[in-house]
Structures are given as C-alpha cells and as structure tokens.
C-alpha cells in the first residue's frame, strides 16, 4: 500500500515565525502535492512538483514555498507565518501527473497548523 | 451572524439504510469525476470515479450517478454503517491533469446506530 507520511498531526506556531511541514511518500512517486483545507471551502492546491528539485505554483502559492531534494520528499515551508495560514495542511502523491482510475492520488493524514 | 458556508452539509441517516450524496460542478466540459471519502483525523481516500462518456459507475456498496444536463453527480452508499460516517466530497477534472483538480466543499455522512 502507498504510505503518504507527514511529520506532524499538529503544530501550533507564532506570527512570523518559520514553518516546515515535511511530506514522505514511499512509493516512488513522480508528483507529489500540497494543499490546504479549510471548512466551506474545497481543497485548493497550494504548490505541486512533478519531478526532483522542480515545482509549480498551485492556485493559491502566495506565503508559501516548497522544495524537493530527494523524490520521496516534499517539504512546504512558510516563510513567515501568518494568522490567516492557520488551516489543515494535506499532502499527496500520485505516480503520473494525470488523473485516472489506475493511477489515483493518495493523501497523508494532514497537518492541522495554528498560527498564533 | 454565523456564515452558513462555514458548515458542512449533514445527511444522517439509520444503519442499514441507503445515502444518497450529492454535489453540483462547475465546469461543463470537465470530463472526469472522483468521489472521496474523509474520515475523520484522516486524508482523504479514493472511492470511486467516472468518466464523462457514462452516466453510472457501480463499485461495493457504491454507485456513482452522472447527470451532465444539470452538471450533477451523486454518490449513493447501499445499506449503510457506521463505518460510512465520514466527510465525502467530490472533485472534477478537465483535460485530465492531476494538479487541476476541483474539489467540492464535502458533506458529512452521520450514521445512526
């Protein structure tokens, strides 16, 4: 079974200060994801990589950058913490970059980060 | 007052009956639909999938309906349980790349024992 691991289930940070969310897949997996999740809303994509060391801007990057050394890692990093980044933080990978019923996303178990 | 897209829509329904979940999409050239279920303190997983050329798909337990005419899709669980009781929420694709998924808001499936 795929395994999407994140580091933390919760964080809780202050304003300005500089947090890393860590994401492992264990799948050998191409593309990996971050989102957030916020009630009424659906998720909305934050940044995305397709491959080692690239990435692209999701809808909604601003506040946040990411970075992939190694293929089964995928950190999201906020720079400077803000109140309104408090959210649910979910991770996922997939094999190929294109939705199909062979080839699914899987999700980590989120992490739930309050910025204060 | 209380915004009411701040809370998630609710069905609950007795085990053993049958839910009917339902979501309405945006975009009406999206030609693949997932449906997946959120249970609590978890990610999200996978439930079933439809492409755009049918209008039903049926896996265990689960059928998904597609309405293209009204861009609306729904998830109907037969006998229900307790396990069942989770968020479930949608998503849409066009053109078929991952990173453009659209997710719905979800609603929260309450099974009654």
């Known amino acids: 079974d795929v395994k999407v691991t994140q580091s933390s289930r919760y964080l809780v940070k202050r304003t300005g200060e500089k947090v890393f969310l860590e994401c492992v897949q264990d799948?050998?997996?191409?593309?990996m994801f971050w989102y957030r999740q916020d009630p009424g809303l659906g998720l909305r994509l934050i940044y995305f990589?397709?491959?080692?060391?690239?990435?692209e801007k999701g809808d909604i990057p601003e506040g946040y950058s990411v970075s992939r050394e190694k293929k089964e890692r995928f950190s999201l990093i906020l720079e400077s913490a803000s109140t309104n980044q408090t959210s649910m933080y979910l991770c996922?990978?997939?094999?190929?970059?294109?939705?199909?019923?062979?080839?699914?996303?899987?999700f980590g178990p989120g992490t739930r980060l309050t910025v204060l | 007052g209380e915004s009411v897209g701040l809370h998630l829509p609710t069905l609950s329904v007795q085990e053993g009956d049958n839910s009917i979940i339902n979501c309405a999409y945006s975009?009406?050239?999206?030609?693949?639909f997932i449906w997946y279920k959120q249970e609590s303190g978890k990610g999200p997983q996978f439930i079933i999938d439809i492409r755009s050329n049918m209008d039903k798909r049926q896996g265990q337990r689960v059928t998904v309906l597609l309405n293209k005419t009204v861009k609306h899709l729904s998830l109907q669980i037969a006998a229900t349980q307790p396990g069942d009781s989770a968020v479930y929420f949608c998503a849409e694709s066009y053109g078929g790349a991952t990173n453009k998924l659209i997710f719905g808001t979800g609603t929260l499936l309450a099974v009654q024992p």
């Open positions: 799948m050998d997996h191409e593309n």
């Open positions: 996922a990978s997939t094999l190929t970059g294109q939705v199909s019923p062979t080839d699914t996303q899987y």
């Open positions: 975009n009406s050239a999206s030609d693949y």
């Open positions: 990589s397709y491959d080692v060391k690239m990435k």
